[in-house]
């Protein structure tokens, strides 16, 4: 974790002030299919939504939710997920993920999320993001592999 939060420091935004509504909620609907099933992705033996694929929603919807305010040379990168997987959803369903921007402290942001199969709770939990330069952020991760090896 050192080294991601080490990355995400060195990453200068240049003491921008990102305008981004706290509260902000945006809404996301995707299909389960194989790909994102838990014996496809190798969590599981069951034709069922992966966790690893509802997280990677959510973090896609939460991702989506605020870079409508940012500048388009900057982005967010996902930095904490503390969800719980809590029922299944079957290849072939149709889930729906919210995310709502609950803190906002400098470049950190924090999401509550939830993925629902029509009313019953799939999974929920926070999300955390932080805003990055694009460019300059993959220049520093090239530059740190470069010095690893």
Do not use: W
């Not at 050192?2 to 981004?20: A, K, M, P, Q």
């Not at 902000?24 to 014996?39: F, G, N, P, R, W």
């Not at 400098?106 to 993925?115: D, H, M, Y």
């Amino acid at each position: 974790m050192l080294n991601t939060f080490r990355l995400l420091g060195d990453v200068d935004v240049s003491g921008r002030d990102f305008d981004i509504p706290l509260n902000t909620v945006c809404v996301e609907e995707y299909t389960v299919k194989d790909e994102h099933a838990a014996k496809h992705v190798g969590t599981g033996d069951v034709a069922v939504l992966s966790t690893p694929s509802m997280i990677a929603f959510m973090e896609k919807t939460s991702m989506a939710c605020v870079q409508q305010y940012l500048p388009p040379e900057y982005t967010t990168v996902g930095v904490l997920v503390n969800v719980k997987h809590l029922n299944p959803a079957p290849v072939g369903s149709t889930i729906r993920v919210e995310s709502k921007l609950v803190a906002r402290e400098g470049r950190r942001l924090v999401f509550e999320v939830k993925a629902l199969l029509k009313e019953t709770l799939i999974g929920e939990g926070i999300h955390e993001r932080f805003i990055v330069h694009g460019k300059r952020f993959i220049e520093r991760a090239k530059k740190i592999f470069e010095q690893s090896g």
